[in-house]
């Protein structure tokens, strides 16, 4: 994965986080983003918050791409994400976080789909490909990714990276970097966070701090967040007797 860097970015930045976890802020990807927002907060980025579960948004439904070529810009899907658009508007980075489904929660599918009046059809080919950009208004000047997922190894997350890359691709910004944390369950026990687990997190504050400051986030820590917990024969022994449980 290539991470490009924007050639200038300021130290404070207006930051919106969307949540595409079922569970909020209770479920793995809460977990895993918590110090990942301190660190961008800690670094002097304003940070809002959005779960997709708040806000619900509807299937993109109207068949005829009525935000591009009826009326453009405008969603005519009347729910939630009629409040939504304006920061999305107003933001400089957007975050996208998500656990792996097949491949994404149903919601954050739905959410994505609905970036459509976001981005003028004025299409461009960029090495083979069809690309188009946001509209003028949208300040949108990078995209992050901070994913979860249950099973052992990375490549799992894959799927969900090409999406996060491709929207950013798409829309003619730089992609800034993914949080990537596999097997993110085993981060933590009852007693709370294991001394692996911190060492996860701290990575995750880094990687929050680089992206406020840096507008990127470093290979280095990338790798880190993503380390191993776990060798991958006892994670598959785990699950197996649950299995038969």
């Keep these: 994965m290539q991470v490009v860097a924007p050639q200038e970015v300021s130290r404070v930045q207006n930051v919106v986080v969307i949540n595409g976890s079922p569970r909020r802020a209770d479920g793995a990807t809460g977990m895993v983003l918590?110090?990942?927002?301190?660190?961008?907060r800690e670094a002097g980025a304003d940070v809002e918050i959005i779960c997709v579960e708040d806000i619900q948004p509807m299937q993109c439904a109207c068949g005829q791409m009525y935000c591009w070529y009826?009326?453009?810009?405008?969603?005519?899907?009347?729910?939630?994400?009629?409040?939504?658009?304006?920061?999305?508007?107003?933001?400089?980075?957007?975050?996208?976080?998500?656990?792996?489904?097949?491949?994404?929660?149903?919601?954050?599918?739905?959410?994505?789909n609905?970036?459509?009046?976001?981005?003028?059809?004025?299409?461009?080919?960029?090495?083979g490909r069809t690309r188009a950009r946001w509209r003028d208004e949208v300040q949108i000047e990078r995209i992050a990714l901070v994913a979860t997922g249950s099973w052992?190894?990375?490549?799992?997350?894959?799927?969900?990276?090409?999406?996060?890359?491709?929207?950013?691709?798409?829309?003619?910004?730089?992609?800034?970097?993914?949080?990537?944390?596999?097997?993110?369950?085993?981060?933590r026990d009852s007693r709370g966070l294991t001394q692996a687990g911190q060492a996860v997190a701290a990575a995750l504050h880094r990687a929050g701090a680089q992206?406020?400051?840096?507008?990127?986030?470093?290979?280095?820590?990338?790798?880190?967040?993503?380390?191993?917990?776990?060798?991958?024969?006892?994670?598959?022994?785990?699950?197996?007797?649950?299995?038969?449980?």
């Design 211 to 245: 992206l406020a400051t840096a507008g990127m986030i470093d290979e280095a820590t990338q790798e880190a967040i993503s380390q191993p917990l776990i060798e991958r024969e006892d994670l598959l022994q785990r699950y197996n007797l649950i299995s038969k449980a």
């Design 70 to 112: 009826k009326r453009p810009g405008i969603c005519c899907m009347q729910d939630g994400m009629q409040e939504i658009y304006p920061r999305l508007r107003r933001a400089q980075t957007l975050v996208l976080a998500t656990p792996v489904y097949i491949p994404l929660p149903g919601r954050m599918q739905d959410f994505i």
């Design 34 to 40: 918590a110090p990942f927002v301190d660190g961008m």
């Design 152 to 187: 052992w190894e990375k490549a799992n997350l894959e799927t969900v990276l090409r999406i996060a890359v491709e929207i950013a691709e798409s829309a003619s910004i730089p992609f800034a970097g993914a949080a990537l944390r596999p097997h993110a369950w085993l981060m």
């Design 114 to 127: 609905r970036l459509c009046p976001l981005i003028v059809p004025q299409l461009t080919t960029r090495d």
